[in-house]
T-cell receptor, first 114, second 109 residues
Framework: SAVISQKPSRDICQRGTSLTIQCQVD?????MFWYRQQPGQSLTLIAT?????????ESGFVIDKFPISRPNLTFSTLTVSNMSPEDSSIYLC???????????FGQGTRLTVV | GQNIDQPTEMTATEGAIVQINCTYQ??????LFWYQQHAGEAPTFLSY??LDGLEEKGRFSSFLSRSKGYSYLLLKELQMKDSASYLC??????????WGAGTKLIIKP
């Protein structure tokens, strides 16, 4: 299993500013996943973060908008840059500790851009 | 492409039984997961099926047929707290999780 501490749990930000979300895992994991979930929608994968290499971004998401750091095997950050109201969403980090295990999630960050 | 289909919304009565279906077409298969998500919260794991058949966990059961690309989540003795979204997810050949859009379950008294 894995326990993930995600911060902040919520924030209200001005458009044009940036917010960095942090996730700390209680065990070492190879990959960490960052998701966005807009109201009433399912999970959309933003990127996969590997330690020691650049994150892999899904179609529609770019590094300039969502830079990710992965300095070690237990920690990652996602920055939402130059925010607009369309970025208002819940952001979730997740890990899958093994091939045959389920995904574990952080508590989520509810972001509102005004 | 990879695709997971589940109904958008379902309504059921407290105390009754409800079945939420999930069909999938993915590049390979390494297991199917069901998650529950209450509004404003992170998803929580319910069940995992990798072999055909029924897995039972208390009031919740999950069924898998790999040949049909089909699963269902069965919820018995429904309680008001079961009102949530239920997400179906499949691990593909690269062990990547492919997520369904989720089924919003509304429980009425």
């Amino acid at each position: 299993s894995a326990v993930i501490s995600q911060k902040p749990s919520r924030d209200i930000c001005q458009r044009g500013t940036s917010l960095t979300i942090q996730c700390q895992v209680d065990s070492q994991v190879t990959m960490m996943f960052w998701y966005r979930q807009q109201p009433g929608q399912s999970l959309t994968l933003i990127a996969t973060a590997n330690q020691g290499s650049e994150a892999t971004y899904e179609s529609g998401f770019v590094i300039d908008k969502f830079p990710i750091s992965r300095p070690n095997l237990t920690f990652s950050t996602l920055t939402v840059s130059n925010m607009s109201p369309e970025d208002s969403s819940i952001y979730l980090c997740s890990v899958v500790p093994g091939e045959w295990t389920e995904a574990f999630f952080g508590q989520g960050t509810r972001l509102t851009v005004v | 492409g990879q695709n997971i289909d589940q109904p958008t919304e379902m309504t059921a009565t407290e105390g009754a039984i409800v079945q939420i279906n999930c069909t999938y077409q993915t590049s390979g298969f390494n297991g199917l997961f069901w998650y529950q998500q209450h509004a404003g919260e992170a998803p929580t794991f319910l069940s995992y099926n990798v072999l055909d058949g029924l897995e039972e966990k208390g009031r919740f059961s999950s069924f898998l047929s790999r040949s049909k690309g089909y699963s269902y989540l069965l919820l018995k003795e429904l309680q008001m707290k079961d009102s949530a979204s239920y997400l179906c997810a499949v691990k593909d050949s690269n062990y990547q999780l492919i997520w369904g859009a989720g089924t919003k379950l509304i429980i009425k008294p």
